[in-house]
């Protein structure tokens, strides 16, 4: 019995990993390139989109075998919490978090299966849409080739992440290129 109230409280061995993913992805999510050379808004919306880019390319990876997809859901809860604690920070009342929360996070899912689709395409005009509708949805008139270097550098991730070893991602390791302008 006190083992079993142990583990009720014991915490979640995806966590840690998890908190370390998502601490690499935030860090590359916040370079300075991505605001400069790439024109992506710096805006609240800005940083969360390029969140969620960096969290696509390590979810897709985990999803694809039963192992990754628990530490998958994890990552998505810590955004989730962290967009919780952004949000009351930034003062928003308690009884309207839950409101943003839930709509940011149908965003988030919204945004995965729009890249989800756009991957699918070999072509990159699909994927270029999708980002224009999404980290560049804010700009009247998106720099052409702003656009493009984002959709390469989406790319070159994503096939770079798709190669990084299961055991690694779940000691919570990833480390992202460098944010290149071409």
């Not at 969140?51 to 192992?67: A, D, F, G, Q, T």
């Not at 998505?76 to 309207?96: F, K, Q, Y």
């Not at 720099?143 to 770079?160: I, K, L, Q």
Request: charged share 30%; aromatic share 10%.
């Amino acid at each position: 019995m006190l083992q079993k109230l142990k583990s009720w409280f014991a915490p979640d061995p995806l966590d840690a990993p998890a908190r370390a993913l998502y601490h690499r992805i935030v860090e590359q999510a916040r370079r300075p390139e991505f605001f400069d050379a790439f024109a992506v808004p710096d805006t609240a919306n800005g940083r969360f989109d390029m969140i969620v880019l960096h969290c696509y390319c390590v979810m897709r990876r985990l999803k694809k075998s039963p192992e990754g997809y628990d530490l998958s859901q994890m990552l998505a809860t810590v955004l989730v919490d962290d967009l919780d604690r952004n949000l009351r920070e930034m003062g928003v009342g308690d009884l309207s978090v839950g409101k943003k929360v839930k709509r940011i996070a149908e965003g988030f899912y919204g945004r995965l299966d729009a890249y989800d689709a756009a991957f699918e395409e070999t072509e990159d005009e699909a994927l270029s849409e999708a980002l224009r509708r999404n980290i560049y949805s804010s700009l009247d008139d998106p720099p052409t080739d702003g656009v493009a270097a984002m959709v390469s550098y989406f790319r070159r991730e994503v096939a770079a992440v798709d190669e990084v070893d299961l055991e690694r991602l779940a000691l919570g390791e990833v480390t992202f290129g460098a944010p290149t302008f071409s």
